[in-house]
């Protein structure tokens, strides 16, 4: 049986490695469950998901992700510093810690804290990776049809996907 190449509203499994141009490991899924993504459905970088385009399980391939298919270039408006009074008490303040906070027109931002002192806080909207060329390892372990509640959420279900 040939096998099904990835498209469009494909569940597909992969494992990957993610270095920087550095050579610094920004991520990697091999010392965890493989990753799960919906093909078509913006749940990983442009650059990667064309690349997959097209393959098939137990094909391996390097890809190289230019800024702008990646997580695009830092955007220096999208830092922010804030009265640390916005925000509640009870939050243990870190760096790098990710926080979903409200816009002024009411959408929900997800930002990330770069730095604080006693009285701000300044948080980063751009990804922690914004500004980097990326670099893949990537396997490709599975490919099957999305159930019509995969494509209608946007994301795959199940072990390796959304829980819910
Ligand atoms: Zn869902």
Known sequence: MP?????????VEIHFTLTLEDGEIADSSRDQDP?????????IVKGLEKALLGKT???KLSVDVAIAEGFG?????????LPRSELPDDVELEVGMEFGFEHEDGSV???WVTAFT??????????P????TLHFEVEVLSVREALPVEIEHGHPHGPGGHEH
């Open 129 to 132: 990776l914004a500004g980097e």
């Open 35 to 43: 990753m799960l993504y919906l093909h078509g459905g913006d749940n």
């Open 109 to 111: 931002m997800t930002g």
């Open 57 to 59: 399980a137990g094909d």
């Open 73 to 81: 270039e830092h955007n220096p408006e999208g830092v922010q510093e």
């Open 118 to 127: 006693d009285e701000t806080v300044t948080i980063d909207l751009n990804h």
């Open 3 to 11: 096998e099904t190449p990835i498209s469009d509203g494909k569940v």
